[in-house]
């Protein structure tokens, strides 16, 4: 059955979103950021909580807990072009076979030695991988420290903003401290690490080994890294749970994950948090944020693509409603896109059709992100179709005009202004009198001429804006520079 397009699509909104249901939804972007099996974050919440109660950990912890383990990853965004910078390869890839080793010994397992000839430099010849993988084990310490720390400061900061308590914050910051003061960023020891903290890097132990390997060696590899990775009664209270077949409900690999989104959805310890208009806002604005923070060509674009949406919607007398559900829309339309790997998001040269292949699937991400949010359907399917065209020449679904409402339209327009405007590893930043000349290219068979019109406007005010924020882009994990190709459709990723 075909999905409702936003042309045809009556929203009404019964009730407010919670805080809950947001972070939960919002939750499956960060998993995608980490490679993670989706589901990831909602199952820490859920291993972690079993996990706290077992161990005595008192009630009015646990609502600091349940949010912690849904942000957790917040930051990991924000170090995806460093991972790309130092491996050479797919972030997303290396961050998931990252989970999975003992990073702190001088010879890893097979396993690990495996994930990294494949992953590092990969199609470079043996001794380029070698050259590469050897200038890493030299530089290991200095790696680790500089991703986590840029990880963990900038998860901080993001909960921070969200407006949820200190422990919450100070949880997401020191999520890679060690029991033996090992981790990261502060090589803080046993309690003097946050018991948040603590708790998560257990859950997330057990969540990434029993999704790949089972729920056995889960158990056994953290038993392996107690007393050095884990607090050593956490690791006691985990195997009791297992050993009564509790601790990996709804948390299976065989498991629905709409087991596991009901089941975190129920247990919230402190009630549901209903969030008023300006939360929500605030919230959208912050998750723009990490979405951006992938690729530091990209450091402002979701902002910008709601600037230009505003200042179009603005242009055309769209009543404040429309405009709250635009502006929402602007800001998490490529929460899909943390899906993609920085090789490909931070290209310098043409896209193979590969590659061109799995960025056309980020429009359909963000709606199926979105749309764990009942209020944010409507935001979901018009997220899906900011890459659609009137002559249905667009992507994913190549919606043609009777299916795409003024909304879309505009949000369509906008972001390919946001993409032209903003540099790129193949060019940098064009003027509004060049943006003009390929836009007009598109007129009237691809792109709205309504929406098109108050955008040129308001096009000299919007490149005035830009010009006054200032930020050179990091190229320095690209293993081989190319040279620029004018690529029309890739110009608009």
């Excluded at 050993?243 to 065989?254: E, G, M, V, Y």
Aim: hydrophobic share 40%.
């Amino acid at each position: 059955m075909r999905q409702p397009t936003s042309a045809v699509l009556k929203m009404e909104v019964t009730k407010d979103p919670t805080l809950q249901e947001i972070l939960v939804a919002l939750s499956f972007a960060l998993d995608l950021t980490e490679g993670a099996v989706p589901g990831h974050a909602i199952r820490c919440s859920l291993l972690g909580m079993r996990i706290a109660l077992e161990a005595g950990v008192s009630r009015y912890d646990l609502p600091d807990l349940y949010h912690a383990s849904l942000l957790k990853d917040v930051g990991c965004s924000s170090n995806s072009a460093r991972f790309c910078a130092i491996v050479g390869g797919d972030d997303r890839a290396i961050k998931a076979g990252a989970k999975l080793s003992d990073w702190t010994k001088s010879i890893q397992d097979p396993a690990t030695m495996k994930m990294l000839w494949k992953e590092v430099l990969p199609g470079a010849p043996a001794w380029r991988k070698a050259a590469r993988l050897a200038r890493m084990a030299i530089t290991q310490q200095t790696n680790n420290r500089q991703v986590i720390e840029i990880r963990c400061d900038r998860g901080a900061t993001i909960v921070r903003k969200l407006g949820l308590p200190n422990p919450v914050v100070l949880g997401v910051r020191h999520l890679d401290e060690h029991w033996d003061g090992g981790g990261y960023p502060d090589g803080l020891k046993k309690h003097d690490i946050p018991l948040i903290s603590r708790l998560m890097l257990v859950a997330q132990h057990l969540d990434a080994f029993g999704m790949e390997r089972g729920e056995q060696a889960a158990i056994d590899s953290l038993k392996e890294r107690a007393g050095r990775w884990y607090d050593p009664s956490l690791v006691r209270a985990a195997q009791s749970l297992h050993k009564r077949d509790w601790l990996f409900q709804h948390c299976r690999a065989s498991d629905p994950i709409e087991q596991a989104k009901a089941a975190i959805l129920q247990a919230h310890p402190g009630g549901q948090t209903i969030l008023s208009a300006p939360d929500i806002d605030n919230l959208c604005e912050t998750f723009a944020w990490v979405v951006d923070a992938k690729s530091p060509f990209t450091f402002r674009h979701s902002v910008g693509v709601m600037d230009a949406a505003m200042a179009i919607g603005n242009t055309l007398g769209l009543s404040p409603q429309r405009m709250q559900v635009l502006r929402r829309a602007a800001l998490l339309h490529d929460v899909g896109k943390l899906g993609i790997s920085n090789t490909i998001l931070d290209k310098p040269t043409r896209l193979t059709d590969e590659e061109f292949t799995l960025v056309k699937s980020h429009p359909r991400m963000s709606q199926e992100i979105l749309g764990h949010i009942d209020a944010f359907q409507e935001i979901a399917v018009l997220a899906g179709e900011h890459h659609e065209k009137l002559d249905g020449s667009g992507y994913p679904n190549r919606l043609r005009a009777e299916d795409l409402s003024l909304e879309s339209r505009l949000l369509a327009v906008a972001d390919i202004y946001g993409a032209l405007s903003e540099d790129r590893p193949y060019r940098a930043g064009l003027s509004p009198a060049q943006i003009q000349g390929i836009m007009d290219r598109d007129i009237p068979m691809k792109l709205d001429p309504v929406c098109y019109d108050a955008l040129r406007s308001v096009m000299d005010d919007l490149a005035a804006a830009n010009r006054t924020i200032q930020h050179i882009p990091d190229t320095s994990w690209s293993p081989e520079q190319g040279a620029y190709t004018d690529n029309y459709s890739e110009a608009y990723i």
